[in-house]
């Protein structure tokens, strides 16, 4: 539920980034700044799956790494930037709310970011572009259908109400998606 708070000017550093892990860059786009949000989710994604290929690849075998135990580095390494990055951007919304003039802005797409990269945590990195693009359609179906009980977690305070709904979305489609990547192995 949006509601309309007085905007204020940003002040210091720690506004400015706020404002820009915020926004992510698109959250200014016009029409659809939630999907374009999702879109950077999806870029994020697909990045740190490109990163992951050449650790596994070329930088493992340098320090003698068993393929095993370069993959278990590998995912540590990538859920710990994760959940930075998700306590980075519930800080972020509850400090831009007042920047931005409003309990939810439109133009806070961090929440979306996260969803959509929670989304891809259901499904082993390396998955093909139709199941990418299946990951980012379920993620906006669940995000804007909001399904019981994702609507009821928006009235929640500040950066938590913002991503909170985004969260469960992103599970549910990453519920669903993993069922689909489950069915694209028996075919």
Do not use: H, M, N
């Given at each position: 539920m949006k509601t309309e708070?007085?905007?204020?000017?940003?002040?210091?550093?720690?506004?400015?980034?706020?404002?820009?892990?915020t926004t992510f860059g698109v959250g200014y786009l016009p029409l659809a700044p939630g999907t374009w949000g999702s879109a950077a989710g999806v870029a994020v994604y697909t990045a740190f799956a490109w990163l992951d290929l050449r650790w596994e690849q070329h930088w493992a075998p340098l320090i003698q790494l068993t393929p095993e135990l370069a993959q278990a580095a590998s995912i540590a390494v990538i859920l710990t930037i994760f959940?930075?990055?998700?306590?980075?951007g519930v800080w972020a919304s509850n400090r831009s709310t007042g920047l931005l003039g409003n309990t939810d802005p439109p133009e806070a797409v961090v929440d979306?970011?996260?969803?959509?990269?929670?989304?891809?945590?259901?499904v082993p990195f390396g998955i093909t572009w139709p199941l990418i693009i299946t990951g980012f359609l379920l993620?906006?179906?669940?995000?804007?259908?909001?399904?019981?009980?994702?609507d009821s977690l928006q009235v929640l305070p500040g950066g938590i109400g913002?991503?909170?709904?985004?969260?469960?979305?992103?599970?549910?489609a990453g519920i669903c998606l993993s069922a689909v990547y489950a069915a694209s192995l028996w075919i």
């Open positions: 708070i007085e905007k204020r000017e940003p002040k210091g550093l720690a506004d400015i980034i706020s404002l820009s892990v959940l930075l990055f998700t306590l980075l979306e970011v996260i969803g959509q990269l929670i989304t891809f945590l259901f993620f906006r179906l669940f995000d804007i259908w909001k399904p019981y009980p994702i913002i991503c909170a709904d985004d969260i469960l979305a992103g599970i549910y």
